[in-house]
């Protein structure tokens, strides 16, 4: 027998919360048939939160007369007894049932959350309810014990069925890691369900099969060239093409595009919605490339985008143009799959961890599955992250002879690969990242275009920023020793150094501490402060910071000087943690130089889980892009939908430092005069404290429009405080709320909505406001609750504001605007939308400022300002 099992709880933590709910079904293993029930409520004995009755519907009322679980305990302990237990997500309910004392030591336990891990690794997401809709399990009530537990139950036949059904070299691959597998719910799976004929396979014939996924010799891409190639104008060029329809700013941008590449030209060039600029500038990308047999780079905001122009609209090209031309893409060292660290998991000594056996499954059967080896193509959970780290191509060695597999490398490839594509398809980041890094292939990019560059400020400042926290500083040293150990390599003196630094990190902390208690209120739960001059002149606690970065610099030195000479075996297990160490090196010499305050923004921070974090970023972005980029370059082409303010380009200008670039703005091609409108109640009062009405006029604008709608926010807690007032009203009426502060991952979340928009409503924070595309039967209305301004506390605004004469209105107010105008731009994709725009924020009528906001949407936009209850009534009649 198995016994499922299912717990619902107050929240999270087993240390404060309680159990509410339990489930227990034993079930038949051979037939899956339940043999026995027992589900009960259970009286907490304290408040069940709001936001858990809205997540479980259990309410206080409901478990006032129910049991307590000492009441219960024995009659779970006898259920259960020696049976193995099955559960989706067994360190959740099983550390709180070990908090009220259950004895499951001796229990196998059976994860189908892990093993959903490993067949089900392209779901959108492996939440119970999730994976129930997408195998029609028939979960009719999520979050309640007993629908859960049968749910996890048929979730399991499920799997079982799968493996059985896994073809032949997949079944050979999984017995063979379950043999290495230390937990007993695999070992289980291997004793029970998997046949005996399929446990014949060893590490050697493993390994045979992992490597011809990687060839040691692959013919490389080729730069084409034609230099007689008769370059057309583009209508007869997409003439040629079936199922294109030309269009005049496309026609447009192509040619202020092509202009600037013949003639190494700078340009920026605004291209609203529709225009579809990703064709208006690959098309003369490829033929300038071809003609003049020099590559052209593009690169994309997110690794999204890029994805989609390698394998879609490249792709498109590349089988419907008459000119043949190599393209590739290329994303950060981190973004690939190393070989020689991968191998290393499966080392004969050592058994493997259940969340190693369900990650090195997932990623052997994405190996085999994949073309281009990124790891990004894979979602990952909890401790995936520290596996993923060690098995991401970060690190130089990967690069180097003393690596056995560099050729099969897939980082090493892809990087061969974009030295001779015509095209090469990358994304900021690495664009950034690589220009500082000392291997770098970027630095002879000659002609360039940045795709949604109204945000390289913020994409620079992130990309180079470095930091570290007592924690990590800890773990590096932790598994260095480790390391040593395991090779029986003795560093003179290894603990005593490492302890002798550690002390004088946490001083130096000490005194962050200090600082920080003045800058921030002690009630604050998430503490962070810029550092400024009069840190380095208040001379805290008597301490001198000069003395403590020399100290912590010459010590740290000494350490990493002594990992640099061990022998080349341990040093490719080092290397990682040697480079981590020389960036902590590389912060400490910053922070700590008060020189560095007129160069670099510093930041100290404290959570709990972090402890403390330092950290530090470019004080002026832009010129670092004049150094690294425009000075550069032969030809950069910067675009997007969102470049000018108030029909300037001023802004962008000044804040990218675009001195001696063009400029071209493309007009829209919708008519928003008839395609939009945009209301402003007046009637819920100063944004400053009108939650209660906003949350109130949401309800009743939901309960109306039911479907299609968007809310945009600028806070978690925005979010948290509608969704917990409106998510069971809204219920019961048949909408639901998927709300970024439960469905954290933004994609997934997105999936979600796409597959069942109707009768649902997005609430959405930060990341949202941009780089999201959904199409208006899906999406009609959009909610804008407040300006997007950055926070006024936040450090990098901060340091950036004392730059302009005046902050707000060249800095602060510009930045807002650029962003509000992308959020607006989430809505008109054809010329048959229609929109309405509510924004609730009365700053946009109630401030000396007040016009500066209409920049942020069209000029001829309908705009009415009114009360909330007269645009519900138009909308009933509509």
Known sequence: MIVALDLETTWL?????????????????????????????????????????????????????????????????????????LWHNVYFDKDFLVSYWIPL??????????????????EKSLSLESLSSSFNLDLEWAHRALNDTIATLKLFKLIIDKTKDLNEQDKKIFSYILSKSEDSGFRFILDNYVDKKEKNIDKTKFLKL??????????????????????????????????????????????????????????????????????????????????????????????????????????????NLEYDFTYTKLKWKRNYLWIY???????????????????????????????????????YYW????????????????????????????????RRNARWSNIVIINNNILFQDIDWENNILWKVKNLIIDESHNLEDVVTNTLKKGFSIKDLEKTFSIVDNSLKKHKFIVDNYNQKVDSLLFDVWSMFDVFWAYLSLKVSEDSKYKTALIKSDFFNSNIDNVDIASI???????????????????????????KEISHLEMILDIIWVVLDKNSINKFISIISYTEN???????????????????????????????????????????????????????????????????LLYVPDDLGSIKNNMTNIVNFLHDFFMVVKWSTLVLFTAFFAIKEVYSKLNIPLKKEGITLYAQWIWWWKHKLLDFYKSNHANSVL?????????????????????????????????????RSILFKNAFADYSLPKAIIKLKQGFWRLIRTKEDSWIVVFLDDRIYSTNWWEALFWAFPVNIKYKKGSSNGLLEVLKKN
């Not at 030591?105 to 392209?122: A, M, P, Q, V």
């Not at 003049?292 to 985008?305: F, G, P, R």
């Not at 609430?763 to 208006?776: A, H, K, P, Q, R």
């Open 210 to 319: 992992f490597f011809s996924n990687f060839p040691d010799k692959k013919e490389y891409i080729q730069l084409m060239e034609d230099k007689d190639i008769k370059i057309k104008d583009f209508r007869q060029i997409m003439s040629k093409i079936e199922n294109i329809e030309p269009r005049e700013n496309q026609e447009i941008m192509y040619n202020e595009v092509l202009s600037s590449l013949d003639n190494n030209k700078k340009l920026a060039i605004e291209a609203p919605t529709w225009v579809w600029k990703t064709f208006a500038y690959l098309l003369p990308s490829i033929l300038y490339s071809i003609k003049n047999w020099e590559q052209v780079y593009i690169t994309t905001s997110t690794k999204a985008l890029q994805d989609q122009i390698y394998y879609k609209d490249l792709k498109f090209f590349k089988n």
């Open 549 to 575: 970065s020399l100290w912590l610099r010459i010590k740290l030195t000494e350490l990493i000087d002594n990992l640099l000479i061990v022998p080349e075996e341990i040093y490719m297990h080092l290397s």
């Open 763 to 799: 609430l959405w924070t930060d990341t949202f406001w941009e780089g999201v595309d959904i199409s208006w039967e899906k999406l009609k209305y959009l909610i804008i609750h407040k300006v997007p301004f950055m926070v006024p506390s936040d450090p990098i605004f901060q340091a």
């Open 105 to 122: 030591g001796n229990n196998i336990t059976l994860d189908t959350f892990l093993l959903s891990n490993i067949f089900f690794r392209y």
């Open 383 to 414: 401790s995936e992250y520290s596996f993923l780290r060690e098995i991401n191509a970060d690190d130089k060695v990967t690069f180097s002879a003393i690596n056995m597999y560099e050729d099969r490398e897939p980082a090493v490839r892809a």
């Open 610 to 676: 972090k402890w403390f974090y330092l950290e530090y970023t470019l004080l002026s972005p832009w010129e670092y892009l004049i150094n690294n980029l425009w000075n550069k370059l032969n030809s950069c082409i910067l675009t997007s939908a969102t470049l000018k303010i108030n029909d300037s380009f001023d802004y962008i200008s000044n804040i990218l430092w675009l001195e001696g670039f063009d400029f071209k703005s493309l007009q829209t091609d919708f008519d928003y005069s008839k395609q939009a």
């Open 341 to 379: 660290t991968f191998l290393r998991f499966f080392d004969e000594e050592e058994f493997l961890s259940k969340e190693k056996t369900s990650f090195l499954l997932k990623t052997i059967y994405w190996v085999f599955d994949s073309e281009e080896y990124e790891l990004d193509e894979l979602d």
């Open 13 to 85: 933590d087993n240390n404060f919360d309680k159990i509410i709910e339990i489930a227990l079904v034993k079930f038949n293993p051979i037939t899956f048939e339940i043999i026995e029930k027992f589900d009960t409520l259970i009286n907490p004995g304290i408040e069940i939160p709001e936001l858990t009755s809205n997540i479980t519907n259990i309410f206080n009322k409901d478990v006032e007369n129910a049991p307590t679980f000492d009441y219960i305990k024995d009659k779970v302990i006898e259920f259960i007894w020696d049976l193995p237990i």
